[in-house]
Structure formats: C-alpha cells, structure tokens
C-alpha cells in the first residue's frame, strides 16, 4: 500500500483563531474600486478569497503594489491573531498517531508561512505540521493543496485534505484528493454533508484508521479491477460520504 499523506485546512481542523480582517478588506475593496469602478467580486469575502476573485479580472502592475500592500496588512493582523489561537482538541494526539502510522503530515493556510508558524508555535504544535501551503505559494486554495503535496512528494490518489467547510470540499475535489470533513461548531454540519465529502467524521481522533481503511479498500478494488472482477472506475472513492450519530465516530466505513 502507498505511503499515504494527511493535509488539513490549518484553521478549523487542528486550531481555533480569532481573526478580523475587516479593515485590511475595506482597504482592498477601496484599491479595488480605485483601479476599477466596475470590478465584481464578493465582498462578504476575506482579503485572501477577494484577490483570487480579481485575479485575472485586473491587470497592470497596479494591482500588484495592491497585492504588497494588502500582504503587508495581513502579516500584521496575522501577528495579532496568534495570539488567539487555541488548539482544537485531540489534535495533538491524532497528528501522533498518524505519525506513528507512517502518514505524513501537512496543512494548508490562507496565512503567511511565517504566520502559519506562529499560530503553531503559540498552541505548542510548532514541529508538529512540516509540511505547509501558504497565501504565500498560493492565494487559491486548490492551488495550496496541490503545492503542499509536492513539497511532501505525494500523489493525489495518495491523499486526503481533511476540511470543515463546503468549500473546502470543493477545493479537495479540484485537487483531485479526497476529502474527510471534520465536525466544526462554526459550520452547520448539514452545509457540510450536502458538499458530499468522502466521509465525515465527529472527532480527529479516529482519522488515521479511517485513512488506512479507505486506502486498503481502494487497493483491494485495484486487485478486483486486475482480476477482471469489476467494481468501481479508477478514481472513484470507495465509499460515499458516511456520517453517524451526533456523539458517535463515523469512520468512513462499516
């Protein structure tokens, strides 16, 4: 079986943080609107999601001194934000245990690196996620999944993005990996569920069995695709999305 690898979204899966961008967005959209007045976007958006909306939609070199200047803001309210972060329970222990499995272990952040391994630092997991995809690889969080598995030098087929939103669900599926969505007291659990994610999970603490269930699920198929046996077309999960009872672990299989 190939070595699998683990890559969460750092905010909502493995910490919890306070950030307020607000002032850095009502920056931006001013820039924005300065460089075109009738440019469209989503402002409910933080600074981050609102630059990969407009990328491509302004060009010149203007918009990226704007790009600068909106950095520079977010590095400073990132600073301010570490020191809010908590970390959420049973992710030191789940990032141990898929350790000791030989899963690799990484993350993804709409963060600067160097503010990603603040928030790290701060809740004592500084060493804990080697591998990281910043905003400063990517502002398109596909983009950041595809890069963080490259630094670790993995497959796809050989990972899964562990998420706590619907459109962290998307992202995984752009990327081609699969995707566990994590129970999140900020996100409604049935906005998750509709996304339709691989499996659903109440608690960390049972991801790295669940991950090692679906990988020798999929490699028995593979056998039985060999063998002539049919099943399910290369690519396809070998479950769909599993959930359970509020209180009780869903694990992606039975």
Known sequence: MPSQTVVFDLEGTLVYLKVDDSKVVEFLVGELRR???GLDFQRAHGAVEILREVEGKVQGSAL?????????????????????????KDARSALSSLQSKGIKVGAITGFSEQGAKEVLKHVGLEGAVPILGSRDDSM?????????LKKSGSKPEDATFVAD??????????SGVKCFAIYSQ???????????PDAFLFSISELGDTILLFAQKSELQQVKLADGAGGPQPGTAPDAAQTSEPGREATGGR
Do not use: F, H, M
């Open 35 to 37: 460089l075109d007045p």
């Open 64 to 88: 990226e001194e704007t790009k600068k200047s909106v950095s520079s803001k977010l590095a400073e309210v990132e600073k301010a934000s570490a020191g809010s972060a908590r970390e959420r």
């Open 165 to 174: 939103g619907s459109s962290d669900v998307e992202a995984a599926r752009s």
């Open 140 to 148: 398109d969080q596909s983009q950041r999944i595809t890069i963080a």
């Open 186 to 196: 900020e996100v409604p659990v049935n906005q998750i569920l509709t996304s339709k």
